[in-house]
T-cell receptor, first 114, second 112 residues
Framework: NAGVTQTPKFRILKIGQSMTLQCTQD?????MYWYRQDPGMGLKLIYY???????DKGEVPNGYNVSRSTTEDFPLRLELAAPSQTSVYFC?????????????FGPGTRLLVL | GQNIDQPTEMTATEGAIVQINCTYQ??????LFWYQQHAGEAPTFLSY????GLEEKGRFSSFLSRSKGYSYLLLKELQMKDSASYLC?????????????FGIGTKLQVIP
């Protein structure tokens, strides 16, 4: 199992450009999440999905969009990049088995908007 | 609302024991996560406590007191590679992960 993979690892965008951050998991997890992490701040949830075809907003969804056409893939779209979106983005998947909850993070995408 | 507090930074000596505390005030509580995050890397799962008490996993142990809204992560026999940030996070209800709130993390520096 590759676990949770993300591409690209690093990207520089100009203000107003768009891009898609890719996330794929091969563990057949239903739950997937996108977080951003800013320096000195906790992880903030952007969007999440509880299964293919179902997505919902998290704490900080403005400026982002997601889709979930398959169980494996959960891309995050930035339509009009802004400097405030400079951050590290983590995709994660989640599984609940009995009383135990475990989740797995991807390696992250560092985004710089200039 | 959710509020999670943990110290910003800690320093400990190689071979010693360190305890990282986390207190929380949340509108609901199902369980508490601890993660380790090395600089520039993704968080990695360490533990998930639902019931009161201490759970031990090798050199790492995690304790939870639901009545006190308190948890700690105990690291024994510290190694230099334990230098990292340790994130506390609370899950307010079962089923899914979407409402989990993260603390800002405690940056632990292990010195020789």
């Amino acid at each position: 199992n590759a676990g949770v993979t993300q591409t690209p690892k690093f990207r520089i965008l100009k203000i107003g450009q768009s891009m898609t951050l890719q996330c794929t998991q091969d563990m057949n997890h239903n739950y997937m999440y996108w977080y951003r992490q800013d320096p000195g701040m906790g992880l903030k949830l952007i969007y999440y999905s509880v299964g293919a075809g179902i997505t919902d907003k998290g704490e900080v969804p403005n400026g982002y969009n997601v889709s979930r056409s398959t169980t494996e893939d959960f891309p995050l779209r930035l339509e009009l990049a802004a400097p405030s979106q400079t951050s590290v983005y983590f995709c994660a998947s989640f599984i609940e088995a009995g009383n135990q909850e475990t989740q797995y993070f991807g390696p992250g995408t560092r985004l710089l908007v200039l | 609302g959710q509020n999670i507090d943990q110290p910003t930074e800690m320093t400990a000596t190689e071979g010693a024991i360190v305890q990282i505390n986390c207190t929380y005030q949340t509108s609901g509580f199902n369980g508490l996560f601890w993660y380790q995050q090395h600089a520039g890397e993704a968080p990695t799962f360490l533990s998930y406590n639902v019931l009161d008490g201490l759970e031990e996993k090798g050199r790492f142990s995690s304790f939870l007191s639901r009545s006190k809204g308190y948890s700690y992560l105990l690291l024994k026999e510290l190694q230099m590679k334990d230098s990292a940030s340790y994130l506390c996070a609370v899950s307010p209800n079962p089923g899914g992960y979407q409402k989990v709130t993260f603390g800002i993390g405690t940056k632990l520096q292990v010195i020789p």
